[in-house]
Each structure stands twice: as structure tokens, then as C-alpha cells.
T-cell receptor, first 113, second 115 residues
Framework: AQSVSQHNHHVILSEAASLELGCNYSYGGTVNLFWYVQYPGQHLQLLLKYFSGDPLVKGIKGFEAEFIKSKFSFNLRKPSVQWSDTAEYFCAVNAIGDYKLSFGAGTTVTVRA | DAGVIQSPRHEVTEMGQEVTLRCKPISGHNSLFWYRQTMMRGLELLIYFNNNVPIDDSGMPEDRFSAKMPNASFSTLKIQPSEPRDSAVYFC?????????????FGQGTRLTVV
């Protein structure tokens, strides 16, 4: 069974700082990978996804993520955060051929103006 | 497309009462998920359906919880009897699975408070 581990529970940073959130998964086969964002009081929305091809994936709002197969990682990055990026971020994995979509515990990001 | 629609958005009920949460997935999506989100436990997968069939309900906390999907456009999650520890935000999500996978789309959630 697949599982997802997010390294940071809560990250606090200032506007214009760079952000990197770690995500590792445990599954030996081929996977689809996702990052979702949940703004305060709202539902989860897709930031970006990786299915195949270029391991560097660009998403909305200036976010990108890199899939490193050898490390079972899919870290999320943003070069310069804004106050509006304050939210909870979830990494998710889906093993190819499996129905299940598993989420990590989430990382709360607080951006101070 | 209207997206995944959940109702009600908010529900306050007394302990012991039956609660029914509803979800309408995106048209054409054939997989549906129910998640529960709490501060303590984060986002938990309760059950998921594929083509209206429950595939894995191992995340359902106990027999008080049940879920159904009578057709491709409707699913319910029922709690009977409800308890204060069931208070949480319940999300429904759907995705399309045919020749490949797509991302899941989430509804706005139902905030359940059991007093």
C-alpha cells in the first residue's frame, strides 16, 4: 500500500522568501503525484500534478515540483512567496492501476507580510 | 461544470441523531471519495467507490458510519447515531478513471458539529 510523508508540519516565512516543502512516498511501482492547496476555510484545490514525462512540473501561482524517482520524492517549491500563499499544502499519491488516492498529513504555511 | 456539490454546507446536530451528508460528483467522473478532516488527524480517507461500487471502506471509523452510491450522480455518507467526536469537515471528491487517471476534484465540504 502506498503512503505519503510530508516532512514539515508548519512553516513560517516572510514575503519574498523561497519555499520548499518536502514530500516522500513509499511505493515501489509507478505513481501519479499531486500537490493540493487548501486556503483557510476552503476546499482542496489542485496546484500541480505529475503523471509522466518531464520530472519538473510547473503549476499554478508560480509553484513547481520536482519528481525524483530514486528518492521517492516530489518536493514543492516557490521562489518568492506572497502573503496570499498562506494555506495548508497536501501531497498526494496514486499508484497506477489503484483506485486509492492517499494524502500526506499536510503542511501549514504561514507567510508574514 | 458546477464541480463537486456537497450538501449541507454546515450541519449542527445533537448527539445520538442521524446525520446524512450528500455528494453529487462531477458528471462523467466514475470514482468518488469521502474524506474526513480534523485538526488532530488531518485528512483521512473514509471510503472510495469506483463505478458506484465500494472498493475500500477500511477507513470508515466504525459501524455507525455507512456510505452508499446508488447511481453515478449521487452518494451519501450516513452517521447513525452521531457522537461529538464525529465533528469534522467531511469532503467528497471525484475523479475520472478510464484509460488513465486524472486528478481528484473536491467539493466545498460539510462542516459537521455534533453537540
Amino acid at each position: 500500500a502506498q503512503s505519503v510523508s510530508q516532512h514539515n508540519h508548519h512553516v513560517i516565512l516572510s514575503e519574498a522568501a523561497s519555499l520548499e516543502l518536502g514530500c516522500n512516498y513509499s511505493y515501489g511501482g509507478t505513481v501519479n503525484l499531486f500537490w493540493y492547496v487548501q486556503y483557510p476555510g476552503q476546499h482542496l484545490q489542485l496546484l500541480l500534478k505529475y503523471f509522466s514525462g518531464d520530472p519538473l512540473v510547473k503549476g499554478i501561482k508560480g509553484f513547481e515540483a520536482e519528481f525524483i524517482k530514486s528518492k521517492f520524492s516530489f518536493n514543492l517549491r516557490k521562489p518568492s512567496v506572497q502573503w496570499s500563499d498562506t494555506a495548508e499544502y497536501f501531497c498526494a499519491v496514486n499508484a497506477i492501476g489503484d483506485y486509492k488516492l492517499s494524502f500526506g498529513a499536510g503542511t501549514t504555511v504561514t507567510v508574514r507580510a | 461544470d458546477a464541480g463537486v456539490i456537497q450538501s449541507p454546507r454546515h450541519e449542527v446536530t445533537e448527539m445520538g441523531q442521524e446525520v446524512t451528508l450528500r455528494c453529487k460528483p462531477i458528471s462523467g467522473h466514475n470514482s468518488l471519495f469521502w474524506y474526513r478532516q480534523t485538526m488532530m488527524r488531518g485528512l483521512e480517507l473514509l471510503i472510495y467507490f469506483n463505478n458506484n461500487v465500494p472498493i475500500d471502506d477500511s477507513g470508515m471509523p466504525e459501524d455507525r458510519f455507512s456510505a452508499k452510491m446508488p447511481n453515478a450522480s449521487f452518494s451519501t455518507l450516513k452517521i447513525q447515531p452521531s457522537e461529538p467526536r464525529d465533528s469534522a469537515v467531511y469532503f467528497c471528491a471525484s475523479r475520472r478513471r478510464d484509460r488513465g487517471d486524472t486528478e481528484a476534484f473536491f467539493g466545498q465540504g460539510t462542516r459537521l458539529t455534533v453537540v
